[in-house]
């Protein structure tokens, strides 16, 4: 499975490359980008200091990944709270996080086609630096790659999915100056609603990295 997963990996490389190009085009997309997506948010939620949404299925399947408290009213303090915009269909497809200034706030917009997903970040700081792009993959409605590209390197995700849920990820992580990191994974989920996430390096050499409820991998209302 392991020589599987590494050589969707390589395949998929050609989407890590268009990741790239988006990020060097964000910077003039800004202006653009926001006013089209704000002009399609119908709703907005605010959350607690940790986010709640994250076009990672994985980003909270660690020790310290905790999913911020839904809240539909506004907060007296935004410093450091986050505030997600929701389309007609119940998707996020803006993202907020702010600052100890009220006119500054990071900001990620996220776009959708029939099979792909993207998503652009940006500083909060008045010249709206890009921070960060990333391309999420579909196939039929079922996740296949996650690219992203910034500044100081890329990343890639592959999945292999049974059952409508994520089986197999194998991913890798580049820095410009370093040689590339990465592993495989598999995520288990027990009838009590545990979820596991095990690398594995061969079929005899597995080790569990995080174990907990179901909920923290169910969270994702960024998918196509």
Known sequence: MR????SLLAKSQSQAALADQDFRMAADRYAELRQ???EKVVDWEWTSSNPRYDLDPFHFLNPTGRRGRSSRREPAVKDGKHEYGFDATGRVIAARQHTDSPDEYYE???ERDADLV?????????????LNCTRFVFDEGRPRS??????GGSASDVYIVEDRRI???CWQTMSHGRDPWGACEELVVKPSGVVELWQFFSPAKRVLVFSGDIALYDTMKLGA
Do not use: M
Request: charged residues 40%.
């Open 36 to 38: 089209r997506t704000l």
């Open 118 to 130: 993207r998503s652009t970040h940006y500083h909060y700081r008045r010249d709206k630096k890009p």
């Open 3 to 6: 020589d599987y997963l590494l």
């Open 108 to 110: 990620e917009f996220i």
């Open 146 to 151: 996650r690219h992203r590209a910034a500044q």
């Open 167 to 169: 089986r197999f990820r």
